[in-house]
């Protein structure tokens, strides 16, 4: 057995070093050959179980703005990361979280206790440094790259200086990934469950039983959020998210503008049907 994605890799690539050079000597004389064949049921697969073994990728995972997917969904959010986090050292997966708002209610306590490893640059206050880094120091930085690290393991903070990397280097990287092979996306993770628990069901019948009621919620509380339909109407995520939309494409609500700002409402009151 193996305990990460590394120990598997290292172990397919011996197992195939191993049956290259029994298939070398193999070649070479034909006594080798009958025992081959006689010890293949102990290195091949049983007939009948077609295993197809490959080296596995590492995955990195960026989020640019955890502070934007807390405000829409803060706890679904937050139950996500840390279940992706406590598996992810041992399915090679490297989570990589960075936000401009270093609050209690974006940087939790499960996320930073599944997250060992953090960085720090310039921050305001003592109360934003130990947010991110449960020490005092962040905002005594010099900015331009000046940077606070904390080792995973380890409480000792290391103080390091990010190398500036400009447009022409960013774009020599972008390159060479892109020669490493063509892109695959799954698109089955766009398709909506049908019934499922997470969209809060998909048929427009039960859509439109919430509907009236979700246009009720909206004129009265003058609040137009998708995390404000989930709560108040005990629906799922996509469904919530569909009525938004639904909303704003009829006019009775205003864009988002991207920040904690709320929405416009353009509708009066109205009762529930």
Do not use: C
């Not at 986090?85 to 997966?93: D, L």
């Not at 490893?117 to 880094?133: E, G, P, W, Y």
């Not at 606070?148 to 990934?177: C, Y």
């Amino acid at each position: 057995g193996v305990r990460n994605i590394d120990g598997y890799n290292k172990k397919l690539a011996r197992e195939e070093k191993e049956l290259a050079e029994r298939k070398i000597q193999a070649n070479g004389e034909d006594e080798t050959v009958d025992m081959m064949e006689d010890d293949l049921p102990e290195v091949e697969p049983v007939e009948g179980e077609e295993l197809e073994h490959g080296h596995l990728p590492y995955i990195v995972v960026i989020v640019d703005e955890l502070a934007d997917l807390m405000m829409v969904a803060g706890r679904e959010i937050e139950e996500a990361i840390a279940r992706l986090a406590q598996m992810a050292r041992a399915a090679g997966i490297h989570l990589i979280l960075a936000t401009q708002r270093p609050s209690v209610d974006v940087i939790t306590g499960l996320i930073k206790a599944n997250f060992p490893t953090r960085i720090s640059f310039k921050v305001f206050s003592r109360t934003d440094s130990r947010t991110i880094l449960d020490s005092m120091g962040a905002e005594t930085l010099l900015g331009m790259g000046d940077m606070l690290f904390l080792p995973p393991g380890t409480g000792a903070l290391q103080r390091v200086h990010g190398a500036f990397v400009s447009e022409m280097e960013v774009q020599r990287v972008v390159e060479f990934l892109k020669k490493q092979g063509e892109p695959e996306y799954d698109k089955s993770i766009l398709e909506t469950p049908a019934g499922g628990e997470g969209s809060g069901g998909s048929d427009d019948e039960e859509e439109d039983e919430k509907w009236d009621e979700a246009l009720a919620l909206v004129a009265d509380t003058r609040q137009a959020s998708i995390s404000m339909l989930q709560r108040r109407l005990r629906v799922g995520y996509n469904r919530a998210a569909r009525m938004i939309e639904k909303m704003e494409q009829e006019g009775i609500v205003g864009p988002s503008d991207g920040t904690s700002k709320p929405r416009e409402v353009f509708i009066n009151r109205i009762e529930p049907q």
